[in-house]
């Protein structure tokens, strides 16, 4: 959905529902700020529009009025914008007017999480993905093979699927759940759908997290970064329509616990591949000589069995002869 604004008295946009709440959030533009879209009868604050109401009012109750502003594709290309609001129409609005566009009493504001938030959310959901993955292929002894590691991107595919699910379910994920996240549409406040969803983490997928293969999965995340400071917005939450909001911050105690759970997500990742450490190794030192010795020097490597020394028989010595001390003499 498009949405029009006036700032400086000139007419702005169109722009998407997310980056309209972004330049909110940053303070571009004001809550009051005249805006339009279809199926609004004239300019009229950004806190009161349908597809708005969301972000700044009951994320659950406003979905009936989204819906009766749905419109056909022809009524869609007749909609026009309306004329620019001048000094005297702002004039003549009245107090009982001005009450009228105030949100309900039980409306509540949500925030946009900050980026270090859902990195935090992200690690969460990636590691204990990895624990069941790796802890299901060891107890089944499954042989090693470069797919089945964490650094090849086919590892990582059964996860976009499984978000998107999750992402459509309840707008949440379990990383997304500990840190109060969920992914919403503003549009209609309800969740993404299937579609939405995985289009939305396929494109995390890509440019969030490159693929997972070093080193672009180092650079995506910096470029996602500085995105989020200069936009408010991803660009995967752009082309999705989508927004991830937090109604209330989570407390310290809730990040604490996400970092243990990465932290012992590791060292329970690196149980599971240690039988597969001789093979990765031996791998590499086909593909990458140079490579695999620099990792030897960090990975420890199984100790072989020390076999009990042998030794040779070996040749008595020579007995002495006894001195003839009389002929000495």
Not at 154 to 162: A, Q, T
Not at 234 to 248: C, G, H, N
Request: hydrophobic fraction near 40%; include cysteine; proline fraction near 11%.
């Amino acid at each position: 959905m498009d949405i029009y604004w006036i700032k400086d008295d000139r007419r702005c946009g169109p722009a998407t529902v997310p980056d309209v709440i972004a330049l909110v959030q940053m303070g571009d533009l004001t809550p009051d700020t005249p805006g339009w879209h279809r199926g609004c009868q004239g300019w009229a604050p950004l806190r009161t529009l349908p597809a708005l109401q969301d972000f700044l009012g009951d994320l659950e109750n406003h979905s009936k009025g989204a819906e009766e502003t749905q419109e056909t594709p022809e009524a869609a290309e007749e909609a026009e914008l309306p004329p620019i609001p001048g000094p005297e129409a702002a004039a003549e609005a009245t107090p009982e007017q001005e009450g009228e566009q105030e949100l309900p009493k039980n409306a509540r504001r949500v925030y946009l999480p900050r980026p270090w938030r859902r990195l935090l959310a992200r690690l969460v959901d990636m590691a204990l993905y990895a624990v069941v993955i790796l802890g299901a292929l060891r107890l089944f002894r499954v042989p090693y093979d470069a797919v089945l590691t964490p650094g090849h991107p086919l590892f990582w595919l059964p996860f976009v699927f499984i978000e998107s699910y999750l992402l459509s379910q309840s707008g949440s994920t379990p990383g997304k759940a500990l840190m109060g996240i969920r992914v919403l549409c503003p549009g209609h406040g309800g969740y993404p759908v299937f579609g939405q969803a995985f289009r939305r983490s396929l494109l995390v997928f890509l440019f969030g997290m490159g693929l997972c293969m070093p080193p672009l999965s180092l650079i995506m995340p910096l470029v996602a970064f500085f995105s989020v400071r200069s936009r408010g917005i991803t660009l995967w939450d752009a082309r999705s329509s989508t927004l991830p909001v937090e109604e209330q911050k989570a407390p310290f105690d809730r990040c604490l616990l996400a970092a243990a759970l990465c932290l012992t997500s590791s060292f329970l990742v690196g149980l599971a591949v240690q039988p597969w450490i001789p093979a990765m190794m031996a791998q590499m030192q086909r593909e990458n000589p140079a490579m695999a010795d620099t990792l030897r020097k960090w990975i420890p490597q199984p100790q072989e069995e020390a076999k009990p020394a042998t030794t040779e028989p070996t040749a008595p010595a020579p007995a002495e002869k006894p001195q003839d001390t009389a002929k000495a003499s």
